[in-house]
């Protein structure tokens, strides 16, 4: 039998950089706000999702989802992917939206973006968690302060 230790607020001290996953099938397209989303080796992207979740759904559907890197001053992103659901908002809307080669979309005027392919799927409790092989991505050279969520803050 594991024990179960009361954190005592301790999680809300680790720093998370704002990532949007985003993924499209068949003329659906969807994206949510993670903050926990790591590389995995030099050549795949770890990012977790949760069951309730659109996206996850076209994941599943499509094999591929799209990383997209926020800096910081794009909060009002991160919030719109955040805090809605893909199947009530258009999440894209107003926002420059490209596709590489997975058909995923992916946001302009972002720090980075990769393009993955799914290779691994596990299950965490109900959580997903999704490992893809980066098929595409680009950076932006110039420095950047990444857009950070601690607790229920950017």
């Keep these: 039998m594991s024990e179960v230790l009361n954190t005592g607020g301790t999680h809300d001290r680790l720093c998370h950089g704002v990532n949007i996953v985003t993924a499209s099938h068949e003329g659906k397209r969807a994206g949510l706000a993670v903050a926990w989303a790591c590389q995995v080796g030099g050549q795949r992207i770890l990012v977790t999702v949760g069951p309730q979740s659109h996206t996850r759904e076209l994941i599943e559907a499509s094999g591929a989802f799209g990383l997209t ?20 908002v258009d999440k894209f809307e107003g926002l420059e939206v490209f596709t590489a080669e997975t058909g995923s979309p992916l946001l302009r005027r972002c720090p980075a973006w990769f393009d993955c392919r799914v290779t691994h799927t596990f299950e965490v409790g109900r959580t997903k968690l999704f490992v893809g092989e ?3 991505s680009d950076a932006d050279v110039t420095e950047f302060v990444p857009l950070v969520y601690r607790g229920d803050e950017y």
């Design 69 to 88: 890197v926020l800096r910081s001053g794009q909060q009002d992103i991160g919030r719109t992917f955040g805090l809605h659901h893909s199947g009530d």
């Design 134 to 136: 980066i098929v595409a």
